[in-house]
């Protein structure tokens, strides 16, 4: 036979036991009456709910006749009891408010709080008497609180209904605070006083307990001077906001947040109404006129109040007018989710991804975009707005449904978190306890933590799912005026859209938007379930127009062919990948163009990683192979390996996976492969064209930037060619041999061709221009044992085998150690002839025009600056000291420190400048797709070079700050070093 405990458990009561001896204390009539026990089973928690009622009638026994006689009260109060302890608390305190309001004489929020403290409602301005004016206050408003969860939790009331109940019990609240304020502030009289209500109290949607943010705008009376009233009525507000928060016997209210008034915390608490005005008109930022969406005055002298939100609504719909408006609408978005700790994230309803923020963030932008030129968007509340952008075409009707089901969804779940303790959280909880009552609480009764859980967690996604989209989908039945019964986004809005969104051609990117969904096929399709998410990745990137462009190119391409599609609508990270780059980097963008089959390479991180110098000599001999004696067809495949591996090395410089080093080394690397190919290609077809066996060996020897593993993404390739005739060879036919080879090898790789070109410049060869281009080794010793200039020996300090006869190149860097590394060192008049041919650099060899701060090669600080530095003490040093024996820059200075040459401080602040300028010359190039040395002057070029380089879209002159500051430090060290002895 089952006990009486355990059929209570089975009830729903977590300890049966219990729950027998609270029934049996209640007294016999408790025990029989079913109507109770099926509204305490019917409670989210039904053991909090009876602990709560055996407090309360232990207080009051007459509680329980009141409850049989008024079976609605007594649903709604047990409702209460087992969701909320806090307010189980209050009623224990005060029995009296179990029955709540007289229906007979019902009153305001308003008049019962202000007769709670003392104070008259008819006055214009009350003023609160009595000496427990707070705790009555707090009773008082937790009484009122009381009867509206009883009707909230009873479904009396609808979420919306609730919302607006909260929000005036908050301004009634914050009016008796006033009345509070006034009774113990001297001089109130002097200044009229309005509050204004921002946010959710602002716009009648308030939940429970929440911080309510608030602006005090106030105005002296009649012959009052304006300093006396605005300290006046600084002190009333200060006044309320302490009748707020103060903690008494009963508790406190809330915190009450002017931290949304001009100039937040650091500016006055109380302003007049033309100082408001002023501040907003010249100093405002988007994300303020973002916050008086919601403002209405709430307390105080509302004809005030009225005036200040008519005089400042005409600015809140003029912000999308405002400069700067696309920077603060990027910045704003990214905020949305900056300010979640880590391990709250996943369980945040209202910061968290697919939370509160996120829906209420997009309808607010949305708002501020459109309701410039369409009045009916208007609304404070958030439900009401989205109905209006849904009405209007602005958002999708099916979205906008997703969303306000998720958003009330999400918004009941918060009341039930903070009905609990009366506490400030959005946090979920993890307790299976306490999610049990959540579950309960909104009617899942057969696997309430299940049932929550998975609901919870489908409109995360959902929401996530559609914020991401909701700026951009109705783009697309703009642009491609897609069959719809929904109104549509017309033209002109989609113009402002994609304007406020950072497009500098809305007109360009709707023809793209359009050519790219339009038609029936299934290609169309899936770029209609891509082009949401991807217009946002444009818009987040540095050169949203851009990014459209190349994408629409490169699907056009692509389009047809199945993986392409496929691959970026199933992963995700791909398309966002390909978008971020084709919306910053040009380079990256035209390398794909004609390679854009190399989309694939962006699937894993992988794929990314620059592949062993040892596979790309593999690879680009056999190509050379399988072309036999076709040269161009063999170059032609070695450059189209060039481009492919450019591709993959940006990418990875782009995506922060490769310092400017690891950039440099792995340039240098595949120029190196691209030479050797096109070498062995070149010697082919010398070969059959003499028709007879190749007389000589050749060498090419990397100098500059090439030989220092230093390439940027523009270099050349500077190099020298060696040759050693074969025994028995005459030396005339073997160097003509070795001049023909020379000269193909560089006409081959800058051929006019869809492949980048790689110009193989011998500049740097014995005399220069005028000397020939190809000499034996035996002529090089000649004339290094002659003629050789100190500017000679200074450029072979980059010298190293780059390409053909290893042997014969390993004995050059024999022959050319010892005239780069004297044992000797520098002569003092070598030291001063390059001490002078650098000053004549400097003097004569910068552009004409050029700004000698921001320019990354020769400016003060720049390249040259430094590889001088780190070259001179090669020069002075190597011979004896072999460590600075390298052809690398940083790892001469590292060197120079290891032997006590140079300062440990001035190495840091030496290379701190060589990378910053190797980063911004390779960034300039990535971003315009041609080289330059200077950092740009127009504002639009230098804000996206300082985006590539890492920068947030307001960080363009943090940059060049940056920039000058690190180069004018580096400049300093190397007038120190360079030029003194």
């Given at each position: 036979?089952?006990?009486?405990?355990?059929?209570?458990a089975?009830?729903?009561?977590?300890?049966g036991?219990?729950?027998?001896?609270?029934?049996?204390?209640?007294?016999?009539?408790?025990?029989?009456?079913?109507?109770?026990?099926?509204?305490?089973v019917?409670?989210?928690?039904p053991?909090?709910?009876?602990?709560?009622?055996?407090?309360?009638?232990e207080?009051?026994?007459?509680?329980?006749?009141?409850?049989?006689?008024?079976?609605?009260?007594?649903?709604?109060?047990?409702?209460?009891?087992?969701?909320?302890?806090?307010?189980?608390?209050?009623?224990?305190?005060?029995?009296?408010?179990?029955?709540?309001?007289d229906?007979?004489?019902?009153?305001?929020?308003?008049?019962?709080l202000?007769?709670?403290?003392?104070a008259?409602?008819?006055?214009?301005?009350?003023?609160?008497?009595?000496?427990?004016?707070?705790?009555?206050?707090?009773?008082?408003?937790?009484?009122?609180?009381?009867?509206?969860?009883?009707?909230?939790?009873?479904?009396?009331?609808?979420?919306?209904?609730?919302?607006?109940?909260?929000?005036?019990l908050?301004?009634a609240?914050?009016?008796?605070?006033?009345?509070?304020?006034?009774?113990?502030?001297?001089?109130?009289?002097?200044?009229?006083?309005?509050?204004?209500?921002?946010?959710?109290?602002?716009?009648?949607?308030?939940?429970?307990?929440?911080?309510?943010?608030?602006?005090?705008?106030?105005?002296?009376?009649?012959?009052?001077?304006e300093a006396?009233?605005?300290?006046?009525?600084?002190?009333?507000?200060?006044?309320?906001?302490?009748?707020?928060?103060?903690?008494?016997?009963?508790?406190?209210?809330?915190e009450?947040?002017?931290?949304?008034?001009?100039?937040?915390?650091?500016?006055?608490l109380?302003?007049?109404?033309?100082?408001?005005?002023?501040?907003?008109?010249?100093w405002?930022?988007?994300?303020?006129?973002?916050?008086?969406?919601?403002?209405?005055p709430?307390?105080?002298?509302?004809?005030?109040?009225?005036?200040?939100?008519?005089?400042?609504?005409?600015?809140?719909?003029?912000?999308?007018?405002?400069?700067?408006?696309v920077?603060?609408?990027?910045?704003?978005?990214?905020?949305?989710?900056?300010?979640?700790?880590?391990?709250?994230?996943?369980?945040?309803?209202?910061?968290?991804?697919?939370?509160?923020?996120?829906?209420e963030?997009?309808?607010?932008?949305l708002?501020?975009?459109?309701?410039?030129?369409?009045p009916?968007?208007?609304?404070?509340?958030?439900?009401?707005?989205?109905?209006?952008?849904s009405?209007?075409?602005?958002?999708?009707?099916?979205?906008?449904?997703?969303?306000?089901?998720?958003?009330?969804?999400?918004?009941?779940?918060e009341?039930?978190?903070?009905?609990?303790?009366?506490?400030?959280?959005?946090?979920?909880?993890?307790?299976?306890?306490?999610?049990?009552?959540?579950?309960?609480?909104?009617?899942?009764?057969?696997?309430?933590?299940?049932?929550?859980?998975?609901?919870w967690k489908?409109?995360?996604?959902?929401?996530?799912?559609l914020?991401?989209?909701?700026?951009?989908?109705?783009?697309?039945?703009?642009?491609?005026?897609?069959?719809?019964?929904?109104?549509?986004?017309?033209?002109?809005?989609?113009?402002v859209?994609?304007?406020?969104?950072?497009?500098?051609?809305?007109?360009?990117?709707?023809?793209?938007?359009?050519a790219?969904t339009?038609?029936?096929?299934?290609?169309?399709?899936?770029?209609?379930?891509?082009?949401?998410?991807?217009?946002?990745?444009?818009?987040?990137?540095?050169?949203?127009?851009?990014?459209?462009?190349?994408?629409?190119?490169?699907s056009?391409?692509?389009?047809?062919?199945?993986?392409y599609?496929?691959?970026?609508?199933?992963?995700?990270?791909?398309?966002?990948?390909?978008?971020?780059?084709?919306?910053?980097?040009?380079?990256?963008?035209?390398?794909?163009?004609?390679?854009?089959?190399?989309?694939?390479?962006?699937?894993?991180?992988?794929?990314?990683?620059?592949?062993?110098?040892?596979?790309?000599?593999?690879?680009?001999?056999?190509?050379?192979?399988?072309?036999?004696?076709?040269?161009?067809?063999?170059v032609?495949?070695?450059?189209?390996?060039?481009?492919?591996?450019?591709?993959?090395?940006a990418?990875?410089?782009l995506?922060?996976?490769?310092?400017?080093?690891?950039?440099?080394?792995?340039?240098?690397?595949?120029?190196?492969?691209?030479?050797?190919?096109?070498?062995?290609?070149?010697?082919?077809?010398?070969?059959?064209?003499?028709?007879?066996?190749?007389?000589?060996?050749?060498?090419v020897?990397?100098?500059?930037r090439?030989?220092?593993?230093?390439?940027?993404?523009?270099?050349?390739?500077?190099?020298?060619f060696?040759?050693?005739?074969?025994?028995?060879?005459?030396e005339?036919?073997?160097?003509?041999?070795?001049?023909?080879?020379?000269?193909?090898?560089?006409?081959?790789?800058?051929?006019?061709?869809?492949?980048?070109?790689?110009?193989?410049?011998?500049?740097?060869?014995?005399?220069?221009?005028?000397?020939?281009?190809?000499?034996?080794?035996?002529?090089y010793?000649?004339?290094?044992?002659?003629?050789?200039?100190?500017?000679?020996?200074?450029?072979?300090?980059?010298?190293?085998?780059?390409?053909?006869?290893?042997?014969?190149?390993?004995?050059?860097?024999?022959?050319?150690?010892p005239?780069?590394?004297?044992?000797?060192?520098?002569?003092?008049?070598?030291?001063?002839?390059?001490?002078?041919?650098?000053?004549?650099?400097?003097?004569?060899?910068?552009?004409?025009?050029?700004?000698?701060?921001l320019?990354?090669?020769?400016?003060?600080?720049?390249?040259?600056?430094?590889?001088?530095?780190?070259?001179l003490?090669?020069?002075?040093?190597?011979?004896?000291?072999?460590?600075?024996?390298?052809?690398r820059?940083?790892?001469?200075?590292?060197?120079?420190?290891?032997?006590?040459?140079?300062?440990?401080?001035?190495?840091?602040?030496?290379?701190?400048?060589?990378?910053?300028?190797?980063?911004?010359?390779?960034?300039?190039m990535?971003?315009?797709?041609?080289?330059?040395?200077?950092i740009?002057?127009?504002?639009?070029?230098?804000?996206?070079?300082?985006?590539?380089?890492?920068y947030?879209?307001?960080?363009?002159?943090?940059?060049?700050?940056?920039?000058?500051?690190?180069?004018?430090?580096?400049?300093?060290?190397?007038?120190?070093?360079?030029?003194?002895?």
């Open positions: 036979m089952q006990t009486t405990a355990g059929r209570l089975r009830l729903g009561f977590a300890d036991a219990r729950a027998e001896r609270l029934l049996d204390a209640l007294g016999p009539e408790a025990v029989a009456d079913f109507d109770l026990l099926d509204d305490l019917s409670a989210a928690d053991d909090l709910a009876l602990t709560s009622l055996s407090r309360l009638v207080r009051d026994p007459s509680v329980l006749g009141a409850l049989r006689a008024d079976p609605g009260l007594r649903r709604r109060l047990l409702r209460v009891l087992g969701l909320s302890a806090a307010l189980g608390d209050h009623v224990v305190r005060h029995p009296e408010h179990v029955t709540g309001p229906p007979e004489e019902p009153l305001t929020h308003r008049e019962e202000l007769f709670a403290v003392g008259d409602p008819a006055q214009p301005e009350p003023v609160a008497s009595g000496e427990h004016a707070l705790d009555a206050l707090r009773a008082s408003y937790r009484g009122r609180l009381l009867h509206l969860a009883g009707l909230d939790v009873t479904g009396v009331l609808t979420l919306a209904e609730i919302a607006a109940e909260l929000s005036d908050a301004a609240a914050l009016d008796a605070a006033l009345a509070i304020a006034r009774a113990e502030t001297p001089g109130w009289e002097q200044a009229r006083l309005a509050v204004i209500g921002m946010g959710k109290c602002g716009a009648r949607e308030l939940n429970y307990i929440s911080d309510v943010d608030v602006i005090f705008v106030a105005e002296p009376k009649e012959g009052v001077d006396l009233a605005l300290k006046s009525a600084t002190k009333l507000a200060q006044a309320m906001m302490r009748a707020c928060s103060t903690s008494t016997p009963e508790g406190s209210l809330w009450v947040d002017a931290g949304l008034r001009p100039e937040g915390k650091m500016g006055p109380v302003r007049t109404l033309d100082s408001h005005l002023t501040y907003y008109r010249r405002a930022k988007t994300w303020e006129f973002q916050a008086l969406l919601k403002a209405r709430v307390a105080g002298d509302m004809e005030l109040g009225e005036e200040y939100v008519e005089l400042i609504n005409d600015m809140v719909w003029e912000a999308a007018a405002r400069e700067n408006f920077e603060d609408v990027q910045a704003m978005r990214r905020r949305v989710e900056a300010h979640v700790r880590g391990s709250e994230a996943e369980r945040q309803i209202k910061l968290g991804p697919g939370g509160l923020r996120d829906i963030f997009a309808v607010q932008l708002q501020l975009v459109h309701g410039r030129t369409d009916l968007l208007r609304r404070k509340a958030t439900l009401p707005a989205l109905a209006a952008l009405r209007g075409g602005y958002v999708g009707r099916d979205d906008a449904k997703a969303l306000a089901e998720a958003y009330s969804f999400l918004r009941h779940v009341h039930l978190l903070q009905l609990h303790r009366l506490r400030r959280t959005h946090v979920v909880p993890s307790d299976s306890a306490d999610l049990r009552r959540i579950g309960r609480g909104l009617g899942m009764v057969t696997d309430p933590v299940g049932e929550f859980t998975t609901t489908r409109h995360a996604l959902e929401v996530r799912r914020h991401e989209k909701l700026f951009y989908r109705p783009l697309l039945q703009a642009a491609a005026r897609l069959p719809s019964e929904e109104a549509r986004l017309s033209t002109s809005a989609a113009h859209r994609l304007e406020a969104l950072g497009y500098a051609d809305p007109s360009g990117a709707l023809r793209h938007i359009s790219l339009s038609g029936v096929s299934r290609r169309a399709a899936i770029q209609r379930t891509l082009l949401p998410v991807m217009l946002g990745w444009f818009a987040d990137a540095p050169d949203p127009d851009a990014g459209l462009l190349g994408f629409r190119q490169i056009d391409k692509l389009g047809a062919t199945p993986w599609l496929r691959m970026l609508r199933d992963e995700t990270a791909v398309a966002e990948r390909l978008a971020r780059l084709l919306g910053t980097s040009r380079y990256v963008t035209t390398l794909l163009q004609h390679s854009p089959d190399a989309v694939a390479m962006l699937g894993s991180a992988s794929d990314l990683a620059v592949r062993p110098v040892e596979a790309l000599h593999a690879e680009a001999n056999a190509a050379v192979a399988r072309y036999g004696q076709d040269a161009e067809s063999s032609a495949a070695v450059r189209a390996l060039r481009r492919r591996e450019l591709f993959r090395v990418c990875a410089d995506g922060g996976h490769l310092d400017i080093e690891g950039v440099g080394q792995a340039l240098s690397e595949l120029n190196d492969a691209t030479i050797e190919g096109a070498l062995n290609a070149a010697i082919r077809k010398v070969t059959e064209e003499r028709r007879g066996e190749f007389p000589t060996r050749m060498a020897i990397a100098m500059g090439l030989g220092g593993f230093e390439c940027s993404y523009s270099s050349d390739a500077d190099v020298m060696v040759h050693a005739p074969l025994p028995g060879a005459e005339k036919d073997a160097t003509d041999a070795a001049h023909a080879v020379a000269e193909e090898l560089r006409r081959l790789l800058v051929l006019p061709t869809p492949e980048p070109p790689l110009a193989v410049d011998a500049g740097l060869r014995p005399e220069g221009r005028q000397g020939p281009l190809v000499r034996t080794i035996s002529s010793r000649a004339y290094y044992e002659r003629w050789s200039s100190p500017w000679e020996a200074q450029a072979l300090l980059r010298a190293r085998f780059c390409a053909g006869d290893f042997d014969l190149g390993t004995e050059f860097m024999a022959l050319i150690d005239l780069r590394y004297r044992e000797e060192g520098l002569a003092p008049d070598a030291l001063l002839q390059i001490r002078k041919l650098k000053a004549r650099m400097e003097a004569e060899r910068l552009p004409r025009g050029a700004d000698p701060t320019h990354t090669k020769l400016g003060r600080g720049g390249l040259s600056d430094v590889e001088w530095v780190a070259q003490l090669q020069l002075r040093h190597a011979g004896t000291l072999p460590a600075l024996r390298t052809t820059t940083l790892d001469t200075l590292r060197s120079a420190v290891g032997e006590g040459l140079l300062d440990a401080a001035d190495e840091q602040t030496l290379a701190d400048a060589w990378r910053f300028a190797s980063r911004v010359r390779d960034a300039i990535l971003v315009k797709g041609r080289s330059a040395d200077s740009p002057g127009l504002v639009r070029e230098r804000a996206l070079v300082s985006r590539a380089l890492g947030p879209p307001d960080g363009s002159e943090d940059f060049i700050d940056d920039y000058r500051r690190t180069t004018r430090r580096a400049r300093a060290v190397v007038e120190r070093v360079f030029y003194e002895d």
